[in-house]
């Protein structure tokens, strides 16, 4: 539901920032971890850190999309182009589509793998039956969804620094509506 607000509610501020700080933290830690060699004392607690970050990641993302869902939404600027506005509504749909996919991919990673998956020490029930196969193909988009994701922010960056420094109309400055 758009209105003419400017601003982003609070609790969306807020969401937006924090998951925005976990996942690039998550992409890090991920590439760290995985060059670990696995003999690595401290390797696997990593993972279960990761695993439980992953989780948490997942709960709020749901959480966002609900009160995104609820919460009036500033419109966009009428004179961007149309391109604009579609590229814009386009990574945005892309950016909620892989924020759920990255951590279900984690999650059945591990679960088709028939490791347990634990929330800061809470199992997660388990979903699927051990199926290997299954389990190399989650680890296969698990590798590679956080790089479209990665890109995916380096574009939504991109866009809001264009409107912020390179628009003739100041009006079309849209980080202003999540700061």
Known sequence: MATDRTKYTLLMRILHWLIAVLILGMIGVGWYMAGLPDEHPTKYDIYAIHKSIGITLLGLVIIRLLVR???????????????????????????????????ISGYLMSD???FPVEWFGIEVPGLVDDDMDRSQGALAAHGILPYILLGLIGLHLLGSLKHRFFDKNKDNDVLKRML
């Open 112 to 114: 088709f793998a028939g």
């Open 69 to 103: 869902f609820f919460s009036p939404i500033p419109k966009l600027p009428h004179d961007l182009a149309w391109w604009e506005k579609l590229l814009t509504k386009t990574v945005h749909f892309l950016l909620y589509a892989l924020m759920l996919l990255v951590p």
